[in-house]
């Protein structure tokens, strides 16, 4: 059975710092695309960061750039986004997904991911 479990999320002001984690198991996620995604009520889940295989290539929404890292560990299964600067449009429920099986290239569209977590909620006060 494969599952992604994120952790990390929290209540912080704005300014400040959270860490998500996700970690995988069942599979490897190796040789497949991860990302995080977010979706805050009454709106649409949105690309937050994406990252390569191997970890070479990674992009971000412009809301978030220049303030969050989006990193992976394939000896552990596991991808990070480290959000730093949180504004108060940052709160959403945040999501870690994975591409699977053959599909090795990167995808900024949600609906080419297989895989996902349960969420992890954010909420940044001002």
């Known amino acids: 059975q494969v599952q992604l479990v994120e952790s990390g999320g929290g209540l912080v002001q704005a300014g400040g710092a959270l860490r998500l984690s996700c970690a995988a198991s069942?599979?490897?996620?190796?040789?497949?695309?991860m990302g995080w995604f977010r979706q805050a009520p009454g709106k649409e889940r949105e690309l937050v960061a994406i990252i390569s295989r191997g970890g070479t290539y990674a992009t971000y929404a412009d809301s978030v750039k220049g303030r969050f890292t989006i990193s992976r560990d394939n000896a552990k299964n596991t991808v990070d986004l480290q959000m730093n600067n949180l504004k108060p449009e940052d709160t959403a429920t945040y999501y870690c997904?994975?591409?699977?099986?053959?599909?090795?290239?990167?995808?900024?569209?949600?609906?080419?991911?297989?895989?996902w977590g349960q969420g992890t909620q954010v909420t940044v006060s001002s």
């Open positions: 069942g599979v490897t996620f190796r040789h497949n695309p």
């Open positions: 997904a994975a591409r699977g099986g053959t599909r090795y290239s990167v995808s900024y569209h949600a609906s080419d991911y297989d895989y």
